[in-house]
């Protein structure tokens, strides 16, 4: 097990989740640790609540607006994207042990119950086979033949697609179908992919607990997206929410989270529509006194 509590101390710690579920046997899906099995979510939550102070994203907004510290090895919990895991598997243990969460739903993908981009690719790699691969940004073809080959070539897809906002991700995991000789997969109920529920989501957001944020519609990266096109997901997005489960928020997260996934335009239209507080998936802790928008998170693997 990770030893997570050496990221506690002076500065607050967020950790950002995908998924919780009862086994993980696969081969290369899941390699990433995106979704972790229950008796290590378990293990990871004790050890940070037996050493530090859990807190919920409201009462860190409340802290940062009324400029107030941090409790020393403050740290909280955060899921990304919308799985019904969430519901299922992690939210009994989180109340159990009374550590709020929030959960960010990417509505679109919850509504169709989608897998992401990558999903279906990392499917694509799960349940068929090829000896190599000619990814279209390299001159010379990848070896697929070992789990390591696969793994590396995922690893390179991650890289390239999300740093490239000229990369059509669906027409992308039409390329790597094609090249498996497979039939395309959109959705599934593998535990690994499927979503929430609506009425699970307003379940979630009815606990005392817990808190639900929009994470875009379809898990669009918001800096890449025109200012029409940017307007247009954010507030539909916020609107699936209204109309299909009740909740009104005031708490976003940005898809992929990294540095070139946000600007000041997205924030901008973000705090045009009500939000209040939106974390990255940039890796550190905050100190007391930081943006709501600038959060930095820990990924929990």
Not at 157 to 162: A, P, T
Request: with cysteine.
């Amino acid at each position: 097990m990770i030893d997570y509590t050496n990221r506690l101390g002076d500065e607050l710690a967020i950790f950002l989740l995908h998924g919780v579920v009862k086994k993980s046997e696969y081969r290369v899906r899941n390699y990433t640790r995106k979704h972790l099995e229950d008796g290590y979510f378990i293990r990871v939550l004790t050890s940070l609540k037996n050493a530090g102070t859990p807190l919920s994203l409201d009462e860190i907004l409340h802290l940062i607006i009324h400029k107030k510290p941090f409790p020393k090895k403050a740290f909280a919990i955060t899921f990304d994207d919308g799985f019904m895991n969430n519901y299922s598997i992690a939210a009994p243990i989180l109340a159990e042990m009374r550590i709020p969460a929030t959960f960010y739903i990417s509505t679109g993908m919850v509504d169709a119950n989608a897998m992401t981009w990558i999903d279906r690719i990392e499917w694509c790699f799960e349940y068929n086979s090829k000896d190599n691969i000619r990814l279209p940004w390299e001159k010379t073809a990848r070896r697929l033949i070992t789990r390591e080959n696969q793994i590396a070539v995922l690893d390179e897809i991650r890289r390239y697609v999300k740093s490239h906002r000229d990369v059509d991700q669906d027409r992308f995991v039409s390329f790597v179908y094609s090249e498996f000789g497979a039939k395309e997969v959109t959705k599934s109920d593998d535990p690994l992919d499927r979503k929430l529920l609506w009425d699970q989501v307003s379940e979630l957001d009815a606990h005392e607990l817990f808190t639900i944020g929009g994470h875009a519609h379809n898990h669009e990266i918001l800096s890449f997206l025109s200012q029409n096109k940017l307007h247009r997901i954010v507030t539909t997005s916020l609107a699936y929410l209204v109309e299909k489960a009740g909740v009104e928020t005031i708490h976003y997260s940005y898809p992929e989270g990294l540095e070139h996934c946000y600007s000041e335009p997205v924030i901008a239209e973000l705090k045009s529509n009500g939000i209040k507080i939106c974390p990255t998936a940039i890796d550190g802790t905050n100190p007391s006194g930081c943006d709501p928008f600038h959060l930095n998170r820990i990924f929990l693997i």
